[in-house]
């Protein structure tokens, strides 16, 4: 009996292209159920990932920094993800000017990742002393 090389059925079964479409399909299968859970929440741009079952959100910088970080918690909490927090690049005197929300889970195998980039307020605008001259 002549034994096959495994080489040979993985060539002939294996088609990494359709082994993304295949996960792609998994991930999109998720989106309605995603929005479900954020029925009468702020809009997210959601993107399916090229490769693997993954879902990546954005939530739009838009409106003050107080409500853009609500609405990512209730995103967050909606979606069942852990947060992770970065800060960007300071002002002059060491205060960031932006702070890298992301928070990310599994949700029925796949991947979900959300982030916000919130500007933080103008500091100045709060200096009482300041006479605009």
Same mark, same amino acid.
């Given at each position: 009996?002549?034994?096959?090389?495994?080489?040979?059925?993985?060539?002939?079964?294996?088609?990494?292209?359709?082994?993304?479409?295949? $996960?792609?399909?998994?991930?999109?299968?998720?989106?309605?159920?995603?929005?479900?859970?954020?029925?009468?929440? =702020?809009?997210?741009? $959601?993107?399916?990932?090229?490769?693997?079952?993954?879902?990546?959100?954005?939530? =739009?910088?838009?409106?003050?920094?107080?409500?853009?970080?609500? +609405?990512?918690?209730? $995103?967050?909490?909606?979606?069942?993800?852990?947060?992770? *927090?970065?800060?960007? =690049?300071?002002?002059?005197?060491?205060?960031?000017?932006?702070?890298?929300?992301?928070?990310?889970?599994?949700?029925?195998? *796949?991947?979900?990742?959300?982030? +916000?980039?919130?500007?933080?307020?103008?500091?100045?605008?709060?200096?009482?002393?300041?006479?605009?001259?």
């Amino acid at each position: 009996m002549t034994r096959t090389p495994m080489s040979t059925f993985t060539s002939a079964f294996f088609d990494p292209q359709i082994e993304q479409e295949i $996960w792609q399909q998994r991930a999109a299968a998720q989106l309605p159920a995603i929005l479900a859970a954020g029925r009468g929440l =702020p809009p997210v741009a $959601w993107t399916v990932g090229a490769a693997g079952a993954v879902i990546a959100g954005r939530l =739009p910088r838009s409106g003050r920094p107080m409500s853009q970080r609500a +609405a990512f918690e209730a $995103w967050r909490h909606a979606l069942g993800l852990t947060m992770h *927090v970065g800060v960007g =690049p300071g002002d002059p005197i060491g205060r960031p000017a932006s702070a890298h929300l992301s928070a990310t889970g599994t949700r029925g195998g *796949v991947r979900v990742h959300l982030s +916000a980039t919130i500007l933080c307020d103008d500091h100045d605008d709060h200096d009482e002393g300041r006479t605009g001259s």
